[in-house]
């Protein structure tokens, strides 16, 4: 497929992330700091075991790094995206997007019911009244009909500002309450309470975000190949992926930070009053955070800036797992031959009916702590196969030497991978075998 051709497929994906992404070329995961883990997660880690679980945020952004440099390196160096790298695999053929799109089916259902379960929550909080099922449908419905109308662009800037707001309010809380110096020791030193497995997985599985993102970043990387360029000052690949690196790793620094400074909130702040966030007054538990330590003016500004924040988490959810469905779906040996006009059916048929199973789910589990922990674990159980795929794909189908990972970050991969999986077989040797 000619290069054209194949970028022709991705056009939109930029557009689509950039909706949520709004901190510059590469800054993907500093917009994406804030979000269910930083916001859920952590705090909860902390109020219910402390400092015990510090060590796990550190492993989980350590090991985890190569595979989402992985992406952009692999768009820059082989231009295309590793969904078009997936189709390349060894084996039966097309089984690697087939396992890919098993996991966006089962992920874009979970996670949607995650993070919509949380803004319901904090709308809830707000506007006491009506059960999260129902807030998660009017917020849902209200996603879906933003993006049929293309009208969040006027929300966009509003939502940037108050995910601002928030990272700045645990900055000042965490400088206001700031840990006893021996916290520090936990980041290093392993420790499993009892009863925190489950939560132990699902920071491994969302922190900082789920490896199937680095997909996402290889596909929104092919569309700022030529900004990089231009902001590199030259022509060559090697320089715009240092532009493009240099970015995600700024981003993927104030993402370990912020988690960190969660964490150790919910340590100072909830554990000492025992109140751990869960059910549907989550907000209300998660507001103490600020209020407790900066005064009962914040709990306001907590809920306008929560909320937009989670109601943009869940545009681009809504958004994106369709975009990797129908991109996937394209990429089928089955589908070679389909009219790609006529694929828009399968975005649309597949955001309405992840919507519906989402409600459906926060219906029946109406606890938003343990929809982002069930979403999570799914992430974790498939993060080994995703940091696999894009390890082959990144170190057999790249042709310059000079792009390809060096030693250095293909040993730093295998380690991830070996202890990516490590962990997802002692988690289901406990809890299914």
Not at 413 to 422: E, H, P, S, T
Request: proline share 6%.
């Amino acid at each position: 497929m000619a290069d054209g051709d194949r970028r022709g497929q991705d056009v939109g994906w930029a557009e689509a992330l950039d909706r949520v992404r709004w901190l510059g070329p590469g800054l993907v995961m500093a917009a994406t700091a804030i979000g269910a883990s930083h916001l859920v997660l952590a705090p909860t880690a902390g109020a219910s075991f402390g400092y015990a679980l510090l060590w796990v945020v550190l492993l989980s952004h350590l090991f985890k790094y190569p595979a989402f440099e992985f992406g952009p390196r692999y768009a820059v160096a082989a231009d295309e995206s590793l969904l078009d790298g997936y189709r390349d695999v060894p084996g039966p053929r097309g089984w690697a997007l087939w396992v890919f799109l098993a996991g966006t089916v089962v992920q874009g259902v979970s996670v949607l019911a995650g993070v919509l379960g949380v803004a319901s929550a904090v709308a809830a909080a707000a506007v006491p009244g009506l059960p999260l099922w129902a807030w998660s449908l009017l917020l849902g419905a209200a996603c879906g009909m933003l993006l049929w109308s293309g009208g969040f662009g006027g929300l966009s800037g509003l939502s940037k500002w108050m995910l601002a707001i928030l990272a700045a309010m645990t900055a000042v809380a965490f400088l206001a309450t700031p840990p006893p110096a021996s916290a520090w020791a936990r980041l290093v030193v392993p420790e499993v309470p009892g009863g925190a497995v489950l939560l132990l997985a699902a920071l491994l599985g969302w922190m900082p975000t789920g490896i199937d993102v680095s997909v996402w970043h290889s596909l929104w990387a092919l569309e700022r190949r030529d900004e990089w360029r231009e902001r590199a000052g030259g022509s060559e690949r090697a320089a715009s992926l240092r532009v493009g690196l240099t970015d995600m790793r700024i981003g993927y620094g104030l993402s370990f930070v912020l988690a960190v400074m969660t964490l150790t909130l919910g340590a100072e702040v909830l554990r000492p009053t025992g109140s751990v966030p869960e059910g549907a007054d989550v907000a209300l538990t998660l507001a103490r955070l600020y209020t407790d330590v900066l005064g009962e003016w914040m709990f306001p500004v907590f809920l306008v800036a929560a909320f937009f924040g989670m109601f943009s988490s869940a545009y681009g959810v809504l958004d994106g797992f369709p975009r990797a469905f129908e991109a996937t779906v394209r990429r089928l040996p089955l589908s070679a031959g389909a009219d790609r006009e006529g694929s828009g059916p399968l975005y649309w048929g597949f955001l309405w009916g992840t919507l519906i199973l989402a409600v459906a789910e926060t219906a029946l589990l109406p606890d938003p702590v343990m929809l982002v922990t069930v979403a999570a674990v799914a992430s974790f159980l498939l993060a080994p196969v995703t940091f696999g795929l894009n390890y082959w794909c990144v170190t057999r189908l790249v042709d310059d030497r000079e792009l390809r990972p060096g030693r250095l970050l293909r040993g730093w991969a295998v380690a991830g991978i070996f202890f990516m999986a490590a962990a997802t077989g002692l988690y289901l040797w406990l809890h299914v075998l």
